[in-house]
C-alpha cells in the first residue's frame, strides 16, 4: 500500500462537550487505549482510552508510581468504529495528537489542542486503504524530526511509513523495515534503551516480552532483539512511555482483572531491575 495524496476529504469528529470532574459512566468496563502521552501539555504523561460507550477520556498523570487523584476528563463522543494507530504530535505544532482508523480504512488525524477538553480542530484525513494493517505505534523512528507511523502488514511485514509533520497526505514512499513479524501483540514505541534510537517492545506467543531495538534509519535494523521480560500473557497494553518522570521509559499495561500497573524500565536491553506498581483498577 503507497500512501498518495489526495485531496482532504471532511469528516465529522462527533465530539460532545468536555466533562469535567467525576468518573466515566462506564468506569467499570474494559477500556480501549489509544496511547500515553502528555496531552494536555502540562509536562506529565496521561493516558487516552476509550469507554465501551464509544466515549473517549483523558486520564491525566502525575508523574508518581501510584493511582492518580486527578479526575478523568471527557474529550470525545461516537469513538466506537475507530482503530487507534497512537498518541503523537503529527503535524508537529507543539500539541499531541490522535491518528486512527475508520471502518472503511480511511486515516484519520484528530488534532489536540493540548488542553483537558474537546479540541476544536477539524479531522483531516491522511490516509485510505489502511484495513488490514495492526498498529506497532507512531514514533520518530528515523529521526527526521517528524512522526512517523510503524505498521505490521498481513503478511507479516513491518513497514515504516514515513511523516512529514503536516495535516494531509505524506509524500515519502513507505520503507520495509523487516518480516516474519507474525505473532507479536505490540506493547509501544519507545527509546527503551536510552541510546537516542526509537525501539519497538512486543509480546510473543509464549508471553515473553521483547526489545526490538532501532537505528532510526529507514531500513532493516542490525540489532539483534534483546528479552526484557517473561509471563506477559494476558495483559493489555497503554503504551510505553517515561511515566514516572526518572528519565527511564516505563510499559503501561492492563491485567486480566482490570487493574492497570506501571512497570519501569531502567534502559537496559535486559530485565528492569524495578518493581511493578498498581496504579488504577476498573480499567
Do not use: C, H
Not at 487523584?69 to 500539541?95: E, H, K, M, R
Not at 491522511?126 to 505498521?151: C, E, M, P, Q, S
Not at 515504516?160 to 509533520?165: C, H, I, M, Q
Request: aromatic content about 10%.
Amino acid at each position: 500500500m503507497r500512501i498518495r495524496r489526495l485531496a482532504v476529504a471532511a469528516v465529522a469528529l462527533g465530539l460532545t462537550a468536555a466533562m469535567a470532574g467525576g468518573a466515566p459512566a462506564s468506569a467499570s468496563g474494559t477500556y480501549s487505549f489509544a496511547g500515553v502521552a502528555d496531552w494536555d501539555n502540562d509536562g506529565n504523561q496521561d493516558i487516552v482510552a476509550r469507554d465501551p460507550a464509544g466515549d473517549l477520556w483523558l486520564f491525566p498523570g502525575q508523574s508518581v508510581r501510584a493511582v492518580a487523584d486527578v479526575a478523568p476528563v471527557q474529550i470525545g463522543s461516537g469513538w466506537n468504529g475507530y482503530t487507534f494507530t497512537g498518541l503523537a504530535d503529527w503535524d508537529n505544532d507543539g500539541n499531541q495528537d490522535l491518528v486512527a482508523r475508520n471502518v472503511a480504512g480511511d486515516l484519520l488525524l484528530f488534532p489536540g489542542e493540548a488542553r483537558r477538553g474537546v479540541s476544536t480542530q477539524q479531522p483531516a484525513q491522511i490516509g485510505l486503504g489502511w484495513n488490514g494493517y495492526t498498529f506497532a505505534g507512531i514514533a520518530d523512528w528515523d529521526k527526521d524530526g517528524n512522526a512517523d507511523i510503524l505498521a505490521r502488514a498481513l503478511n507479516g511485514d513491518m513497514w515504516l511509513f514515513p511523516g512529514e509533520a503536516k495535516r494531509t497526505y505524506s509524500t515519502a514512499a513507505p520503507v520495509k523495515i523487516g518480516t516474519g513479524w507474525f505473532g507479536y501483540d505490540f506493547a509501544g514505541i519507545t527509546d527503551w534503551d536510552k541510546d537516542g534510537n526509537q525501539d519497538i517492545l512486543v509480546r510473543g506467543t509464549t508471553g515473553d516480552l521483547s526489545l526490538f531495538p532501532g537505528q532510526s534509519t529507514r531500513g532493516v535494523s542490525t540489532e539483534p532483539p534483546a528479552l526484557i521480560g517473561t509471563g506477559w500473557n494476558g495483559y493489555d497494553f497503554a503504551g510505553a512511555t517515561d511515566w514516572d518522570k526518572d528519565g527511564n521509559a516505563d510499559l503501561v499495561a492492563r491485567k486480566t482483572n482490570n487493574d492497570l500497573w506501571v512497570f519501569p524500565g531502567d534502559s537496559t536491553r535486559g530485565v528492569s531491575g524495578q518493581d511493578p506498581v498498581q496504579i488504577g483498577s476498573g480499567w
